[in-house]
């Protein structure tokens, strides 16, 4: 059996700010997750609220060079409208949130 290595993200390599394309816009918005240092490299997975988590979409956490510095942090840059369960790397519920038309969601669960 396969088995897929573990990611490992190292980090901006220093120059301008990551580049960053949204999708956002009627019926769609953006999630931007915070994130503890300890969880670069781990996927969270976000569904539809009620959705089991099965049905889900990943989302990588990095580490991303800002105009103001580093910062930890996944983004999904299109999701549809509505309520999300954010799983976390545990698999435990971590948040649930509402995405908006045209507009970034941003949480900081720890």
């Known amino acids: 059996m396969l088995t897929e290595a573990p990611y490992l993200d190292p980090g901006p390599g220093g ?27 781990t996927e969270l997975d976000v569904t539809r609220a ?9 989302l990588m956490i990095r580490r991303l060079r800002t105009g103001g510095g580093d910062a930890i942090a996944g983004v999904l840059p299109a999701l549809d409208a509505g309520s999300y369960t954010v799983w976390g790397p545990d698999g435990s519920r971590l948040a649930q949130v509402v995405i908006e038309s045209g507009r970034i969601t941003e949480i900081a669960p720890i």
């Open 50 to 58: 009620g959705e089991p988590r099965s049905h889900h979409r990943h």
């Open 15 to 41: 120059g301008p700010a990551d580049s960053l394309v949204l999708d956002i816009g009627a019926g769609t918005g953006a999630l931007l997750v915070h994130a503890p240092d300890a969880w670069i490299g």
